[in-house]
């Protein structure tokens, strides 16, 4: 079994949608797909940016990002929301939910993020002023914490497994897996990337993999034992054949292993 990683789709880009039907992805039939979120607001094109996916791997994981989760000229909230992709995703056959492939289980994490993840203090508040969650999410009165929220639902599934683990949120588990803002052109982003509540449970499981998205910032690297890998979509150039995933984990033999922090 082979286990490959993307996130970032965003298929609601007709760019994108069009270099992803031409990437074909064949080959795949026993092989699992991990998406880490933001494939679209829309749900109509989540739900067929999934069906196409599902057809070409035996398994695909999801989990919802921050656009999933947009509520625009809605009367529903963003949890609301994020229930409804995840009955989207059972209907496609697409899972939310930890299961073994092969020799390996896949675990995945709904997360969101909070300040306290800027633990450099570095990110610059002025910026969030055009950042769209702040207009396009909306919460439920009872949630005072929403990164908590989603924690929770992770907790029956926070457990040592019988196999090696991989798993997968959309937002960044470590600080370190940012870089410092100088190097940033969004210096708000700290505030914005990720939880330390992800690390916590990812500690828990004991994974060797975790693959998160969110930032568009590449990453493949080990930290205190397990392999951190964000792998963003990026459309190739149209005579470009190279895949636009990342293999994580195969049965056979474990990849290349990247460098250790």
């Known amino acids: 079994m082979r286990v490959y990683a993307i996130s970032d789709l965003h298929t ?3 760019e994108n949608r069009a270099a992803l039907e031409r990437a074909g992805l064949a080959g795949h ?11 679209a607001d829309n749900e109509s094109v989540v739900r067929e940016t999934l069906t196409w996916l599902a057809g070409r791997f ?3 994981f999801f989990v919802p990002g921050n656009h999933e989760l947009w509520v625009r000229g809605e009367d529903r909230d963003s949890m609301d929301k994020f229930h409804a992709v995840l009955r989207l995703c059972d209907q496609a056959g697409v899972r939310t939910t930890p299961a073994r492939v092969g020799g390996v289980w896949v675990v ?6 909070d300040a306290d993840f800027d633990v450099r203090g570095e990110g610059v508040a002025d910026e969030l002023e055009a950042w769209s969650d702040r207009y396009f999410c909306r919460w439920p009165a009872h ?15 926070v457990r040592r497994y019988d ?3 991989i798993t997968f949120s959309h937002f960044v588990p470590r600080p370190e897996l940012l870089p410092p803002t100088r190097y940033l052109r969004f210096k708000g982003l700290p505030l914005v990337a990720g939880s330390l509540g992800i690390e916590s449970q990812i500690r828990r499981i004991q994974p060797r993999v975790h693959v998160f998205g ?4 590449p990453e493949d690297r080990v930290v205190d034992g397990v392999r951190y890998v964000q792998h963003y979509f990026r459309r190739p150039a149209a005579d470009d054949t190279q895949s636009p995933l990342k293999l994580v984990w195969t049965d056979d033999a ?4 990247p460098l250790f922090c």
């Open 12 to 14: 609601d880009f007709r």
């Open 29 to 39: 039939r026993d092989d699992a797909l991990i998406v880490a979120g933001d494939i």
């Open 58 to 60: 035996r398994e695909v």
């Open 108 to 113: 995945p994490l709904f997360s969101w993020y």
């Open 143 to 157: 949630v005072t914490r929403v990164d908590q929220a989603f924690l929770q639902m992770n907790e029956p599934h």
């Open 163 to 165: 196999a090696p683990v």
């Open 214 to 217: 969110h930032t568009h910032i």
């Open 254 to 257: 474990p990849p290349a292993e």
